[in-house]
């Protein structure tokens, strides 16, 4: 019972902090920031936000630190929202499972196109 409240809390948050920097964010170093996924903590207290950005290096980093500076705001604005008894504490992690799929999926593509040396005999 606890894991589907659990589950179902770091729902509502992802979908909140996702509207929430679509609709009021409005610091330019976010970029294009998308909300991969939330893990709760076993008494709801703490959230773990895992977010990715399409922008690297430096860019990336100050996507973090925007989201740092705003952890007040979208945590107020999400007590205000969602009514828990607390609101949890927010972390924002940078999430690269995209970017390591990616990789997997061009090295795989690679063992199947067949290079340029393929077919030719070696003379």
Sequence with gaps: MAGLRREKVSDLIQQEIARLLQTEMHDTRLGFV???????????????VFVSTLEAGEAREEALAALEAARGFLRKRIGQTLQLRYTPELTFLLDTSIEHGARIEQLIDDLHTPSKDDGKDKE
């Design 34 to 48: 998308t909300v991969t996924g939330v893990s709760m903590s076993n008494d709801l207290r703490h959230a773990r």
